[in-house]
């Protein structure tokens, strides 16, 4: 047997400039929520928690991201796999037209959803006179900028994990009689679940923490569209408490959601 | 020389900028435009500033009680509030009942900022209670949505309606419940140069500085 050469490190002591480099890293995500913590007024917390400003931000925050994230599956993951799968001439344009809301300012976003969908817009105009429905200003607004900006999450993911998985698992499945459903449900769904999982994850987050398409795009009225993040920005000029303890909402239930997802499935990634 | 202005003089002032420069050519104006309530930190931080032009009074009162001004300070232009529509008026808005209309889309500032708090005032005194669909986070925001044409009505005040050239119609809001909005105008303590500051404050009260701002919407005091 050959002897164990440089694989493992045999030192037990981690290299100390890497060591306080990350720890200046971790700083940097740390202390602006030291910052926050100091400021909450604990005493008067319970107050502002339960007025209502605080519950109707929450609870349209909380239907508003699941329901974005939930339109994200159900158009995202198909687009992801023909991204993945098919190849069709102006797929690298696709690419870049769904990272695009990664990358631009979430205002320019607002602001092209505005001209496209609103009342004199392009789509917006012939969608109200054939639904009745507008959606500058109410709720399905704030779903559908949520949408915009956070679906590019899961379509990546999703699209990275197809490509990288073998096809012949797929192949062998199919040879074995399996169906393509069966195929999809019991080979490639479970084979790709984690970045599923980690693109949902994502995908939610950002669509809970939505600020610039919202409120270019859906405007600002509490309990029809006033998120989380919104009402934070509005009691900032005001009313500096409440405006704390939205945020310490804000970061409680994220870190919460990322914290045990991350228990429960990243391990696998 | 440095003139601490609030934003919503930003187009007039540059005007008087340069009829100010024309007469005094040895002289270079600096305007340092922004929210009246950031400028006045500015100045009790310390910053060198000459002038200080503020949107409304309570941010002057605040200066000057911090001993920071070297004069009295003097309301130089008042600002009125006017509704704004999407040219053509599509609505047909002719006032502030028209807030109450729910089939309408109606915003507003949000409370906190001047054109919000005062837009709200207004309707007030019209007693109409306004079926709001945004508060939006400031006149700039709310205007860009009017012009769109996705609001039908707004409140903003009559010099913003001037500074779109054209995409937003003003309508009349009647004196006995228009809310008037003050700039008062002062030199401050620690100008570093008293002299032309002064003089800035002479030629903005004077007649041709006075013809500008009108120009611009603002109302002689």
């Known amino acids: 047997m050959k002897a164990d050469t440089s694989v493992r490190p045999r030192t037990r002591r981690p290299p100390v400039l890497l060591v306080v480099l990350g720890a200046i890293g971790l700083a940097m995500f740390v202390i602006p929520f030291v910052g926050l913590l100091a400021r909450v007024p604990w005493s008067d917390l319970p107050a502002l928690l339960a007025g ?165 795009f859906a405007g600002n009225l509490q309990g029809r569209t006033q998120t989380l993040p919104l009402a934070v920005f509005v009691a900032l000029e005001s009313d500096r408490d409440t405006a704390v303890a939205l945020s310490l909402v804000m970061v409680v239930v994220s870190l919460a959601v990322l914290v045990t997802l991350r228990e429960r499935w990243w391990k696998a990634l | 020389m440095l003139v601490s202005a609030a934003a919503s003089l930003t187009d007039a002032f540059a005007e008087v900028e340069s009829a100010f420069e024309e007469e005094n050519r040895d002289v270079d104006v600096v305007l340092n435009l922004g929210s009246s309530s950031a400028l006045r930190e500015q100045i009790l931080e310390g910053a060198p500033a000459d002038v200080f032009a503020s949107a409304n009074t309570s941010n002057m009162d605040q200066v000057a009680d911090a001993g920071e001004l070297s004069g009295e300070a003097e309301i130089f232009v008042t600002n009125s509030l006017q509704i704004a529509v999407p040219t ?55 205007l860009t949505k009017i012009e769109a044409g996705e609001l039908d009505a707004g409140i903003t005040y009559v010099t913003d309606v001037l500074s779109t050239s054209g995409t937003v119609e003003g309508l009349e809001i009647p004196a006995e419940v228009n809310v008037v909005a003050e700039y008062p105008i002062a030199t401050l303590a620690g100008a570093p140069n008293p002299v032309t500051a002064a003089a800035w404050v002479e030629f903005v009260l004077s007649d041709e500085g006075q013809a500008i701002l009108t120009s611009y919407g603002f109302i002689s005091p």
């Open chain 1, 52 to 216: 209502d400003v605080v519950t109707d931000a929450l609870r349209l925050s909380v239907v508003t991201s699941l329901t974005a994230t939930l339109i994200a599956v159900v158009v995202g993951i198909p687009l992801a796999w023909i991204m993945a799968r098919l190849d069709f001439p102006g797929r690298s344009l696709v690419r870049g037209l769904v990272t695009l809301p990664l990358v631009l300012p979430p205002v320019v976003g607002g602001a092209a959803l505005l001209f496209a969908l609103g009342r004199r817009g392009l789509v917006g105009e012939s969608l109200e006179q054939a639904t009745g429905l507008l959606l500058p200003f109410s709720t399905w607004g704030v779903v559908v900028a949520n949408t915009f900006v956070a679906m590019p999450f899961l379509v990546i993911t999703v699209e990275g994990a197809l490509r990288n998985l073998d096809q012949r698992y797929e192949g062998a499945a199919a040879s074995l009689g399996a169906g393509r459903w069966t195929v999809l449900r019991r080979v490639t769904l479970p084979m790709i679940g984690p970045s599923l999982v980690a693109g949902l994850v994502l995908t939610w987050a950002r669509a809970f923490g939505e600020f610039g398409a919202t409120i270019t």
């Open chain 2, 88 to 142: 053509g008026n599509p609505a047909g808005v002719t006032g502030l009942e028209d807030f109450a209309r729910e089939e309408l889309l109606i915003g507003l500032c949000v409370e906190d900022v001047p054109c919000g708090d005062f837009g709200r005032q207004a309707l007030d005194n019209a007693g109409v209670t306004p079926s709001i669909d945004t508060n939006e986070p400031d006149v700039r925001a709310l």
